[in-house]
Structure formats: C-alpha cells, structure tokens
C-alpha cells in the first residue's frame, strides 16, 4: 500500500485530532466494559460461547450477518476504488451482494445440519482425523491472509486518522491495534461481539448517509449532475463508466474469461467465508438462518449503495488525479470528500471526520475479532482438542481464548513483518481458496448422494494446490506495477485469479475421488439430507 501524506487530515485543522482521540478512547472503554460484562455473564458452555446458544433472532442476526461484511477494506477501499476505476469497483460492491445469495442458497442446510464448523461440516460425510485437518488447514489458509491484509490497512488508517504519515507509526499502530483487537477476540465470544455488528451497521450507515447528503447538496441533490462531475474530473473520462480501467487489469488474450474468473472469486469466496459460516449457525433454525440472511441484503444493500455514491462524489469534488495520490486503502479519500462539501475547520466538518474515524475504528474492531475468534473456534473443535474436555466444558472455552490470541498474534507479527510489500494478493488468494475448498465440498456434501470421503479430500486438497500453485505464477505476484515483485516476470499463468481453474478443477477431482461409492456414502447422504432439509435426527450417525 501506498503511503501518503496526512495533507488530508490536516486540512480539516488541528481542531480535528482532539476529537478522534477522545473518541477512540471513549470505544475502547466502551467495548472493553461491554466485553468484560459480557465475558463475566457468559455461561461457560462451548455452544453458548461459540454460536450464542443458537439463540439469535433473525433480525439481530441479519444485521450482525451484514456487519460481518462491512470489513475497513469495504469501507474505505471501495469507495476509494470507485473513486478511481468507476465501474469496475463498482462491481466489486456488486459481487458482496450477490455472496449473500451464495449464502442464502446453502444457509438453510447448514444450520439444519446441527454443525457450525468447517470440519464439522466436512466430517458429515468424511468421518476421521483427515477431513478435520484438511479443515483447519484450509482455515489458517483462508483467516491468516485476510488478517494481515486487514491489519494492514487498521494501521494506515489508524495512524492517519492521528495525523500520522510515516512507517513507523504505522507500524506501531497495526501492532497496537491487532493486540486490542486479539484481546476483543479471545474475551468477547459470539454474543459479544453480536451487538458490535449491530452497532457498526447503524453508524456507519448514518455517518454515509450525511456524507452523501452534504455531497447531494453540493451538486442541487441532482445525482444525474454529480455522476457526470465525476465523469468529467476522472483520470480517463471516457472510460470511468466502462469496464477495464481497474488497477489489476491487463491486456489479455482472454480478457472475459479473466473478468468472470475474478467475480467468481469474489462472489464464492465471500460468501464461504469461515466466520460467516460460524455466524449462520448462531440461527435458531434452519428457517431463521435463511431469514436472517435474507434480512442481511437491506442493510448491506443500503451500505453498499452510499458507499458507491461517496465514490462517485469522491471523484467529482476531489478530482481524479488527487485522488490517485491518495492511498486508495486509507481514510483521507472520505476525508477530503468532507473538506470540499462542509466548510473547513467548522463543527461539522470536525463531527464528520470523527465518525468516519469512529466508524473505521468499529469495523477494524469487529470484522478482524470475527475472523480470529471464528479461526480459534474451529481450530480446537477440528483439531479435536474439544473431545479431551467433555467433562469440563468451561476448559474447552479457555483453550479457544488461548487459540484465538496465538491466531491474532501470529496474523500481527506477519503484518508488522511484510509491512513493506503490497499484500493485496494474499486477499485474493483466501478468497480464492474459500471458494474452491469450502464452496464445492459443501455443494457436494449437500446434493450429491455420490460424494465420499475420497472425494472431499481430494476436492479440498487439490483446490487448496491449485490456489497456490496458479496464485504464485500469476500477475497479482509478478510482471505487473502492483504485484507482489513488480520487476520480475515468472506470471506464466495470464489470468489475475486462479479461479476459473481452481474452482471447477475442485469439483473435478471431488467427482474422481467419488467414483467409487460405498453404500455406507449413500446410506449416510439421505440421513444427512433429511435433516439439511427438516433439522431432524433421523438415523444420523455420530460424529467421529
């Protein structure tokens, strides 16, 4: 990531740092005071620690669902992308949304099955240790990456949103930040940082909602206006609304298929996510789980909606080629959007630039504390550790504490250590491994009788192999000005995603290492089918 000058905070005045200050205190204290009292009245039984009791209410769980989604990367790296690139950030927001019917399409069978993690899942039709370790590989493979990139990010944002600009503070800050962060992770369980969802959705909601008013206003809130200012003050006019002007794109051969290769991921990866998975199955039901994904697209739809319309008014009033001085991944762009729609140093300006700070401060607290409480979570059920504490429940959950805090330190040094490289490509690697381990084991799990435990571990192993395998040679690594070694040209395989191999290449091998049946697989399949569909027990065997 580029790191830029705090220009953009210090046009607002000093007057603005006071309160961010104070307002990043006062929620920390705040979550701490809620997390502890939350901690303290938690009952000690794993279920209740790690899916609420299955307890949720549709509606707070669909609001938690749609918090879940609204990462520091979503708030500020798609607005700032949209900023830029037009359409093609544009339909990034897009493919968030139609994850959530990915989602929809699974949540159902997911919550009925009575499991809530990846290897629980797996071993529905895999029992034994190899299905469980498969899972907790394909879980470090998936949560370590994002966590970096996230921790990234908290830090550039974290240390501007100060007023500082240089490496060190950033470091210090995603240091700083990932420490409190783990902490929230290991005390808060589930129910914890349920309401933190909640209450991220809400104000960052109605921090861009008075964002883009003040944009609207500018412009006559005429949105025709302010979509053609954008246009106009561009860096390629006359590609701003058309596909092809994204930072990753290159001149390819087979350009569309590279297009659909990269909303696969996206769309798949997103939504097979190992903390969302675990969010589901907080559901009452089967049917509640449905419901509260359904609920979840309203508040996210809205979110993704303001966030592209603070992008689009973002390149009006700032222009194209500030904005492409500007750290596309931090908080200036939102901030200097403020600065040109309310005037400098009023009262305003500084309550605007202290919700945004407080809003990237919620979503770097709540969406990196998901991922590593959901990583702990299913590293100690899918490593078995959970079995050796059937007499003392209350053990299981310390040893998730613990967990979780080694994941969280694990994800800050590696973040603290690549600090200098643009880690934008491991983002695109989980996703890509979510999408070809996760999505079609568990379409097959679900819908195919045929599907053995042969299959599963091939269809998990080898598209975990093939993600890395592609994901190194390709041009997110090497030969272009934003990969990995820019300077170096090993990208043999020409797409930007491994997807469009890795994915149907998944399913491939699933369908190879099923070949052979047994009637135990087909016995189990309609037990496991029956209760996906009615969350009954009829015949199921017991886990292993």
């Known amino acids: 990531m580029n790191v830029l000058s705090s220009g953009a905070i210090d046009s607002l005045g000093v007057n603005a740092r006071g309160p961010i200050i104070v307002a990043y205190l006062c929620f920390i204290a705040i979550s701490l ?21 299955r307890s949720l209410s549709p ?16 708030l500020l790296g798609i607005s700032g992308n949209i900023a830029l690139f037009g359409y093609d950030a544009f339909s990034v927001a897009v493919d968030t949304l139609l994850a959530i019917g990915v989602l929809l399409f699974l949540a159902q069978r997911m919550r009925n099955s009575g ?34 990139v996230q921790l990234h990010a908290a830090g550039v944002s974290t240390a501007l949103l100060m007023g500082l600009s240089n490496v060190q503070s950033q470091i210090a800050f995603t240091v700083l930040m ?16 349920t309401l933190m969802h909640v209450v991220k959705v809400v104000f960052a909601l109605a921090v861009l909602i008075v964002i883009v008013s003040f944009s609207l206003n500018k412009f006559g809130w005429d949105p025709g206006r302010l979509l053609s200012t954008a246009v106009a003050n561009s860096v390629t006019p006359e590609k701003y609304l058309s596909p092809g002007s994204w930072q990753y794109t290159k001149a390819f051969a087979l ?11 996206l769309i798949l990866g997103t939504a097979m996510l190992p903390h969302l998975i675990l969010r589901v199955n907080a559901s009452r039901t089967g049917r509640t789980a449905r419901r509260s994904v359904t609920i979840a697209t309203v508040p996210l739809g809205v979110f993704f909606l303001l966030l592209i319309a603070a992008g689009f008014a973002t390149a009006a009033v700032v222009g194209g080629k ?37 809003a990237v401060f919620l979503a770097i607290l709540t969406t990196v504390a998901s991922m590593t409480f959901a990583a702990a979570v299913s590293l100690v059920r899918d490593a078995q550790v959970w079995s050796k504490f059937r007499r003392d429940p209350g053990a299981e959950v310390q040893v998730v504490r613990v967990v979780a805090a080694a994941v969280g330190a694990t994800s800050v040094l590696l973040s603290a250590a690549t600090y200098k490289y643009p880690l934008e490509f491991l983002y ?65 395989y020409p797409l930007q995603s491994p997807a469009s191999i890795s994915i ?37 065997r017991a886990d292993s």
Not at 38 to 50: L, V, W
Not at 178 to 193: H, K, N, P
């Open 322 to 358: 500030t904005v492409g001085a500007i750290d596309l991944f931090g908080p200036s762009l939102l901030v200097s959007l403020v600065s040109g729609v309310v005037s400098k140093g009023s009262v305003v300006s500084v309550a605007l630039v202290t919700g945004i700070a407080c």
């Open 428 to 492: 695109s690697f989980s996703l890509c491994v979510a999408a070809s381990c996760i999505f079609p084991a568990l379409v097959y799990t679900f819908f195919w009788s045929g599907f053995s435990r042969s299959g599963l571990l091939w269809s998990v192993y080898g598209g975990l192999l093939l993600s890395l395998i592609l994901t190194v040679f390709s041009p997110i690594v090497s030969g272009m000005p934003f990969a990995l070694f820019p300077e170096s040209h090993f990208d043999w």
């Open 255 to 265: 350009d569309p298929v590279n297009v659909v290769s990269n909303h696969a991921v």
């Open 115 to 148: 499991r809530y993690t990846l290897g629980d899942l797996f071993s529905l039709r895999a029992a034994g240790p190899e299905a469980r370790g498969a899972a907790n590989l394909v879980t470090l493979a998936v949560t370590i990456p994002i966590l970096m």
């Open 33 to 53: 005071l809620w997390l502890l009292t939350n901690a303290a009245n938690e009952r000690e039984s794993p279920e209740s620690f790690y899916v609420a009791g």
């Open 178 to 193: 990932g420490i409190f962060v783990t902490g929230v992770a290991s005390m808060g369980g589930l129910r914890g940082m």
């Open 59 to 74: 509606s707070l769980n669909g609001f938690a669902i749609a918090g879940e989604n609204i990462s520091v990367l979503a």
């Open 504 to 540: 149907p290449g998944a399913f491939l091998l699933g369908w190879l290492g099923s070949r052979r049946p047994t009637r135990s697989s087909k016995s189990e399949f309609r037990d496991i089918e029956y209760k996906a569909l009615t969350g009954k027990e009829i015949g199921m």
